[in-house]
């Protein structure tokens, strides 16, 4: 069974600091790895997909990837209330035909 | 069309009635899938079309479930007799190809079915 863990939070952080998102997964055949943003009441929209172990950096958004230890990470710096919402990891099968497998999400609040 | 676009947005049905949500993809997505999301809780897995190739249907969760899609264009998924535990929000995607180095899906706003 391929399973992609979150901690579902809530996670608080104060505005302006860095927000810490980890994922674990299971499926060592998976190969690449997704961050979607939730907010509530509206469909996933993709923040970084990245498939290289190390960091990826798109403006304040940073994946890091650890394909020994299973582990994949979102860090939000300069946090902002707008970054409020329910960040979903996936990871996509590897050799298998069942596109993405999500966690549950964890749910972030940025305290003003 | 611009994005994934899905039908209805909203619908409330009685328990034991037949619904149909429907996706339009991305134009020249060649693979669909749909996703159920119960309130606060994750993504589940449901079906997934690649072009004319067999269907996955591992995640659909009873022979209530059927999903059809003809070749790359509109998909149909068919709940038969709704039970209140299949009120939920159902997400198509799509993608250019199965989800592989660099090739994301996009979501559709979602069908909410709600059961009473």
């Known amino acids: 069974q391929k399973e992609v863990e979150q901690n579902s939070g809530p996670l608080s952080v104060p505005e302006g600091a860095i927000a810490s998102l980890n994922c674990t997964y299971s499926d060592r055949g998976s190969q690449s790895f997704f961050w979607y943003r939730q907010y509530s009441g509206k469909s996933p929209e993709l923040i970084m997909f990245?498939?290289?172990?190390g960091d990826k950096e798109d403006g304040r958004f940073t994946a890091q990837l650890n394909k020994a230890s299973q582990y994949v990470s979102l860090l939000i710096r300069d946090s902002q209330p707008s970054d409020s919402a329910t960040y979903l990891c996936a990871g996509d099968s590897g050799g298998g035909a069942d596109g993405l497998t999500f966690g549950k999400g964890t749910h972030l609040i940025i305290q003003p | 069309g611009a994005g994934v676009s899905q039908s209805p947005s909203n619908k409330v049905t009685e328990k034991g009635k037949d619904v149909e949500l429907r996706c339009d993809p991305i134009s020249g997505h060649t693979a669909l899938y749909w996703y159920r999301q119960r309130l606060g809780q994750g993504l589940e897995f449901l079906i997934y079309?690649?072009?004319?190739?067999?269907?996955?249907k591992s995640g659909l969760p009873s022979d209530r479930f059927s999903a059809e899609r003809t070749g790359e264009s509109v998909s149909t998924l068919t709940i038969q007799r709704t039970q209140q535990e299949d009120s939920a929000v159902y997400l198509c995607?799509?993608?250019?190809?199965?989800?592989?180095?660099?090739?994301?899906?996009?979501f559709g706003e979602g069908s909410w079915l709600t059961v009473v």
């Open positions: 990245i498939y290289s172990n």
């Open positions: 079309f690649q072009g004319n190739s067999a269907p996955d």
């Open positions: 995607a799509s993608s250019f190809v199965r989800a592989v180095v660099g090739n994301t899906i996009y």
